[in-house]
Every structure is written in C-alpha cells, then in structure tokens.
C-alpha cells in the first residue's frame, strides 16, 4: 500500500512538473487555459487572450453561429491605428 502510495506521489509530482514545463515553454495567456480545463471559452476569456496574443484592444465584440459551432469576432486596434478582425472558436480558444 505503501509503494503504492509513493508511486501515485511521484506520478503526481512528475505531471505537475510537465505541465508546468509545457507552460514555460509555450507561455497562453489565463484565459486560454481556462477554456481548456472548462471546455469552453467565454467572450470575456476569448477578448483578454486575443488583446494579450495580438497586443491590441478590443473594440467591437460580437457571437455568432457559424456551421453549428460558436464563433466569437472580435475587431481589434492597436496603437499604430491598425483595425483587423479576429475570429475565435468558442469551444477550444482557437483563432480561426
């Protein structure tokens, strides 16, 4: 029971330090982790990700249904007066 035990501690210990390997090599913003632990990715998740991926402000957000999935298009400004749309999978976080 004992050998056990030290085995799930080590595996344990063992993942945690992957993961936090994985992070420090792939650094996501909060809320893109968020969205993979819950499975889906609120509109106020998916504007801070893309304002910190693309260092840009959000200024138009809006849902839409596109092929039975949901899409979030976000409309960015960056400080050189570049506007540009973004377009994020509600379900995963990914920029489509």
Request: cysteine-free; aromatic content about 4%; overall charge positive.
């Amino acid at each position: 029971m004992i050998k056990l035990l030290r085995r799930s501690a080590v595996v344990l210990a063992l993942s945690v330090a992957g993961a936090a390997l994985v992070l420090a090599a792939n650094p996501q913003p909060q809320s893109y982790l968020l969205a993979v632990t819950n499975g889906a990715l609120s509109m106020d998740q998916a504007v801070q990700m893309v304002e910190q991926r693309y260092h840009a402000r959000v200024v138009k957000a809006q849902t839409l249904k596109e092929e039975g999935r949901t899409v979030y298009v976000l409309r960015l400004l960056d400080d050189a007066g570049k506007v540009w749309t973004v377009r994020v999978n509600a379900a995963n976080g990914a920029v489509l």
